[in-house]
C-alpha cells in the first residue's frame, strides 16, 4: 500500500505557472506508474498525464500537451507535474494517483490507478 499526499496547488493569473508536487510513502514507490487526474466542478475526474515506473516514458492529455511536464525522483519518493501558460480552464482539483500493475508503462484511465492522494486545488484567474 501507498499513501500519496498532493501539494504546490494555489491561485495563479492566467499565463502563470505551478509546480505540483506527490509525496508517497509506504511500499517502494518505484513500484508504481504514476497519474494526474483533475476534475473540475460538474465535471468528471479526467486525465492530465503520467509517467512509468522508472520515469523513461510519459503522456499528457492534449489539453495540456505542450504545457505540463511529469517527472519523478524515485529516491526521493516524489513525483511533480510543472505546468506552464495556465489557463482558466485549467482550475481544478488535481489528484495524483499510483497503479500497482508492473511492467514500463504508464496509464489514463482512472480505474487502471489503485491508489489516489486527497487532492490539490488549482484556480487560475483570468
Known amino acids: 500500500q501507498v499513501q500519496l499526499v498532493e501539494s504546490g496547488g494555489g491561485l495563479v493569473q492566467a499565463g502563470g505557472s505551478l509546480r505540483l508536487s506527490c509525496a508517497a510513502s509506504?511500499?517502494?514507490?518505484?513500484?508504481?506508474?504514476m497519474g494526474w487526474f483533475r476534475q473540475a466542478p460538474g465535471k468528471e475526474r479526467e486525465f492530465v498525464g503520467a509517467i512509468s515506473r522508472t520515469g523513461g516514458s510519459t503522456s499528457y492529455a492534449d489539453s495540456v500537451k505542450g504545457r505540463s511536464t511529469i517527472s519523478r525522483d524515485n529516491a526521493k519518493n516524489t513525483v511533480w507535474m510543472q505546468m506552464i501558460s495556465l489557463k482558466p480552464e485549467d482550475t481544478a482539483v488535481y489528484y495524483c494517483?499510483?497503479?500497482?500493475?508492473?511492467?514500463?508503462?504508464?496509464?489514463?484511465?482512472?480505474?487502471?490507478?489503485?491508489?489516489w492522494g486527497q487532492g490539490t486545488q488549482v484556480t487560475v484567474s483570468s
Open positions: 494517483a499510483a497503479a500497482d500493475r508492473g511492467g514500463s508503462s504508464w496509464y489514463e484511465i482512472p480505474w487502471q490507478y489503485d491508489y
Open positions: 509506504g511500499r517502494t514507490f518505484s513500484s508504481y506508474a
